[in-house]
């Protein structure tokens, strides 16, 4: 399961470089941004992606274990966007055991306690 999971951030990492490194060959985000929030569509969109950013941000800030980390994160998140989001997860990823993926869900702190008590008691 851990490898189809990574393989699902690899591809929307890949998409997303694709589209935006197409769009920026044909206008720069900054250039198309007045065009883009001048439509009440581009607005809504726009909104919608930043509010999903942030829930997104929210998630990885609580499961950092440093505030370095945490600010890290949060512009990397609100310039590059679903780009970030599938680096974190990725990096999460490969981090943790095969048979633990699910264990990118839980807070980084958790899982050194957890490791640490799992280690005194061996």
Same mark, same amino acid.
């Not at 206008?27 to 829930?55: H, M, N, Q």
């Not at 499961?63 to 945490?70: I, K, L, P």
């Given at each position: 399961? @851990?490898?189809? #999971?990574?393989?699902?951030?690899? *591809?929307?990492? *890949? ?8 769009? !920026?060959?044909?206008? !720069?985000?900054? $250039? ?8 009440? %569509?581009? @607005? ?6 930043? !509010? ?11 499961? $950092? ?11 990397? #998140?609100?310039?590059? &966007?679903?780009?970030? *989001?599938? *680096? ?7 981090? #943790?055991?095969? &048979?633990? %993926? ?5 807070? @980084?702190?958790?899982?050194?306690? $957890? ?8």
């Amino acid at each position: 399961m @851990k490898r189809l #999971v990574q393989l699902f951030f690899a *591809i929307i990492l *890949i998409a997303m470089l694709a589209i935006t490194t197409r769009a !920026s060959f044909d206008r !720069s985000v900054l $250039e198309a941004g007045p065009e883009i929030w001048a439509d009440p %569509w581009g @607005k809504a969109t726009l909104i919608d992606t930043y !509010s999903a950013f942030l829930v997104c941000f929210l998630w990885m800030a609580w499961r $950092e274990r440093s505030w370095a980390m945490r600010l890290l994160w949060l512009p990397l #998140v609100l310039g590059l &966007g679903s780009i970030a *989001i599938a *680096i974190y997860f990725l990096i999460a990823l490969a981090q #943790v055991g095969d &048979g633990r %993926w699910t264990d990118i869900f839980r807070r @980084k702190a958790d899982l050194d306690a $957890e490791r640490n008590a799992t280690a005194e008691t061996a």
